[in-house]
Nanobody
Framework: QVQLVESGGGSAQAGGSMTLSCAGSGYTYLDFCMGWFRHAPGKPREGIATIDSTSEETYAEIVKGRFTIFHDNTKNILYLQMGSLKPEDSAMYYC??????????????????????WGQGTQVTVSS
């Protein structure tokens, strides 16, 4: 059974940094597509970044150059390093995984939204 548990959220000042973690179980690091999404009140859920077992990464334009996704294969933990934080980065952040698949190069966020297993989320609040 696939399980994901996010942690690392909290409060930060604009311009600061924060690292989120997503501890996973029930899947192998050899074959997966994983990603981070966020959902702020009154806004649609949006994909932030994805990575798969081939180490292929995808980023939303709004976070390119500020956020980095990586997966520790030895611990099965997915990370999201966030820098140059802005108040508009405030949201509930979720990780998702689809097992036995690499990420679709053309639509990794849609892939995870449709087929992924999800964690419970961790709240990030950025103040100005």
């Amino acid at each position: 059974q696939v399980q994901l548990v996010e942690s690392g959220g909290g409060s930060a000042q604009a311009g600061g940094s924060m690292t989120l973690s997503c501890a996973g179980s029930g899947y192998t690091y050899l074959d997966f597509c994983m990603g981070w999404f966020r959902h702020a009140p009154g806004k649609p859920r949006e994909g932030i970044a994805t990575i798969d077992s081939t180490s292929e990464e995808t980023y939303a334009e709004i976070v390119k150059g500020r956020f980095t996704i990586f997966h520790d294969n030895t611990k099965n933990i997915l990370y999201l390093q966030m820098g140059s934080l802005k108040p508009e980065d405030s949201a509930m952040y979720y990780c998702a995984v689809e097992t036995e698949a690499d990420c679709d190069d053309n639509a990794p966020f849609n892939q995870l939204a449709e087929f992924g297993h999800w964690g419970q989320g961790t709240q990030v609040t950025v103040s100005s």
